[in-house]
């Protein structure tokens, strides 16, 4: 069971300047990030893909923390999907040393931050030594509750989808449940996301304008922000602009901006 963070209590959010641009009340309490680019920014410089993702990996520690210091109670970042199998087995290897390695240079913030680690996707099919790490920092950081860092790995939205409808159909079988009792609330409790809100904000970066198979399910009214800067130079000052954007929305969830007028 996830115990999602509740940071209602915070009326302040950081002493960071930057942050002062915010509505503590208005902050999203679930953020998701396709981070994208490290290819086209290694290109860019001359360097390898794998340049590229290595320094992709220290925007993934800038960004969870500034995520932490303005209070954003879930991060969900697509770190490799299944379709990223597909790409050559150097980058594929590279990709699991730099995860290897974030897991335990960041352990120790973790623990003192009170952050924790859940996995999306498959993570049986990920290098054994690999799964061991992920499983063991998941362990460590199970009863943490001021944050919770989603890690997709192995991850499809559809495959997600087909697993939970694999997993009811079982369901009905045993007669655990009748298929006429299946309802959204029910179908979510089956998605690696059970029991967490959906995504509020989904930010990609490096200007694409696509979802690639990411939260397929949970993204039915999420608000969705393309930064034009390629991931391995995304930072707090990018994050705020797709906060403050974020927060200047009307989200009405399929009903006229009267409706949702009244219920403020
Ligand atoms: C997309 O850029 C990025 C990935 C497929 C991998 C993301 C991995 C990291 C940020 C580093 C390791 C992760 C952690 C959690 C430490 P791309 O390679 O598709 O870029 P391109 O479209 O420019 O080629």
Redo the contacts with the bound molecule.
């Keep these: 069971m996830v115990t999602v963070p509740n940071i209602s209590d915070k009326n302040t959010i950081s002493e960071q300047p930057t942050t002062e641009r915010l509505t503590p009340e208005k902050l999203p309490q679930h953020v998701a990030i396709i ?7 290694a290109q860019q410089r001359k360097l390898s ?1 794998i340049e ?2 290595r320094a ?2 220290e ?2 520690r800038v960004i969870v923390r500034a995520c932490r210091r303005i209070g954003i109670p879930i991060l969900t ?1 697509y ?3 299944k379709e ?1 199998w597909q790409r050559p087995s150097r980058e594929v290897q590279a ?1 699991w040393r ?2 290897s390695n ?1 897991l335990k240079s960041e352990l120790d913030e973790m623990m003192e931050h009170s952050i924790r680690l859940n996995a999306l996707g498959d993570i049986t099919e990920l290098p054994k030594a690999v799964y061991r790490l992920l499983q063991s920092t998941m362990d460590k950081t199970a009863s943490n509750h001021e944050m919770i860092l989603n ?1 997709a790995l192995s991850y499809s939205g559809r495959s997600e989808i087909v697993r939970a409808t694999q997993k009811l159909a079982a369901a009905c079988l045993t007669k655990e449940l009748e298929p006429g009792d299946i309802n959204e609330a029910i179908f979510s409790s089956y998605l690696f996301t059970a029991n967490m809100p959906d995504p509020d904000l989904l930010i990609r970066t ?1 200007g694409e304008q696509r979802i690639s198979n990411f939260l397929l399910w949970q993204m039915a009214y999420t608000e969705l922000y393309v930064s034009p800067v ?2 391995p130079e995304f930072r707090e000052e990018q994050l705020m602009e797709a906060l403050v954007d974020y927060q200047r929305r009307e989200r009405r969830f399929g009903k006229t901006g009267e409706q949702k007028q009244k219920e403020v």
């Design positions: 981070m994208d680019g490290n290819g086209r920014w893909r590229g993702h992709g990996a925007s993934v970042l770190a490799f999907s990223n990709l730099l995860l974030y890690l490096s390629y991931w």
